[in-house]
């Protein structure tokens, strides 16, 4: 399954209602309501049928008030920065134009584009991206079709300039950005098959990394990159004491795993903790609060990884005064390398922890 709305802790009243939706995967099931019927009824007649929070995205109206978007762009919160103009990419996956990650996809071209940044968004389900990593990625023969390494065989392919038309429209959409947002709805807690098969394919060995190029000293460490997505589970079940365990941990594969070990400076992600099973007022909050984000994006810190001369260039292991160094340290270093210790709280979520 995927992460869906899951009932937990902090649900108002017995559940009395059920009503289908479209949630966050973009599936429409029958689903228990998070809400009382009577509190459901009364927002619904007075809201008709489209919920507050797509009404006010769609009109440009802010959730919390009857500011246009004029408005609030020329507000003083919303007046441009004097920064030096940036290109981001990003890269998002979800079929619904009418949901929480569309809005939240909007809001950041919206207000980055006001800050005189140029925006492109490769949008995967709209482009019908293919998912699978297979030697049709490769134009031509491959070297050895017999014992096929989609590794090698795409390194190689890159090299000679052999790649697919749709890897290297993105290859050149990725060299060109200064900042990559991936927005996604979280499933099975990682990313959709989609924006995986976008990872798999477009960062390719040669072009992302090499066994020279990663980690700290990666290709892409001037660049900027971060996580932005919906969960189904609240907050809470996403901590140290939660069903779902500790969010620093389910990050740590994407967020080092991938975005660090093609160099990228990992900026905190954004999380939009289960929208699907919020009020309509609290999901415009939670985009109001990314709006304000977006604000000063491009100036944040990024999160805090081991710099790879750390380690030894023969198994890769920590250095011997590395580790003496925090011996006596109460945290590990990170949530991968901690040195048996417990882990550095909110290290995958706050940058300077």
Same mark, same amino acid.
């Given at each position: ?260 070990? +093609? ?19 609290? +999901?415009? +909050? ?68």
């Amino acid at each position: 399954m995927w992460d869906g709305c899951t009932r937990g802790p902090g649900f108002p009243g017995p559940v009395v209602w059920t009503w289908r939706c479209q949630i966050e995967t973009g599936s429409v099931l029958d689903m228990v309501s998070c809400f009382s019927f009577a509190g459901f009824l009364t927002r619904r007649l007075a809201a008709a049928v489209t919920p507050s929070w797509q009404r006010h995205h769609r009109s440009g109206t802010a959730a919390t008030g009857s500011q246009t978007n004029l408005d609030i762009l020329s507000s003083k919160s919303f007046q441009r920065r004097p920064t030096t103009a940036k290109k981001v990419l990003i890269v998002y996956a979800h079929q619904s134009s009418a949901s929480f990650s569309a809005a939240a996809k909007d809001a950041a071209v919206e207000v980055l584009t006001a800050q005189g940044c140029t925006v492109e968004v490769s949008d995967l389900y709209a482009m019908n991206f293919k998912a699978t990593a297979t030697a049709e990625d490769i134009k031509g023969d491959v070297k050895n079709a017999e014992n096929f390494s989609y590794l090698e065989e795409t390194r190689l392919a890159c090299e000679e300039g052999k790649l697919s038309d749709d890897i290297t429209k993105e290859q050149s959409k990725l060299t060109e950005a200064d900042l990559v947002i991936f927005q996604f709805p979280m499933y099975w807690f990682s990313v959709p098959a989609i924006m995986k098969g976008w990872i798999d394919r477009v960062l390719t060995s040669g072009f992302a990394f090499s066994k020279e190029k990663r980690y700290s000293q990666g290709v892409f460490k001037d660049k900027k990159a971060m996580l932005s997505f919906t969960t189904g589970s609240l907050e809470s079940m996403f901590s140290s004491t939660g069903i779902n365990g500790d969010m620093n941990v389910t990050l740590w594969p994407l967020q080092n795993g991938i975005l660090h070990y +093609c160099g990228f400076q990992v900026v905190a992600p954004q999380v939009f903790w289960a929208p699907s099973c919020a009020t309509p007022e609290a +999901c415009g +909050c939670m985009l109001e609060g990314w709006r304000t984000r977006l604000q000063g994006l491009l100036e944040e810190k990024p999160l805090s990884f081991i710099p790879l001369d750390c380690f030894d260039d023969k198994a890769f292991q920590l250095k011997p005064e590395v580790h003496k160094e925090h011996d006596s340290k109460e945290f590990g270093l990170t949530v991968g390398i901690h040195l048996g210790k417990p882990l550095p709280p909110h290290s995958q979520m706050k940058a300077g922890c």
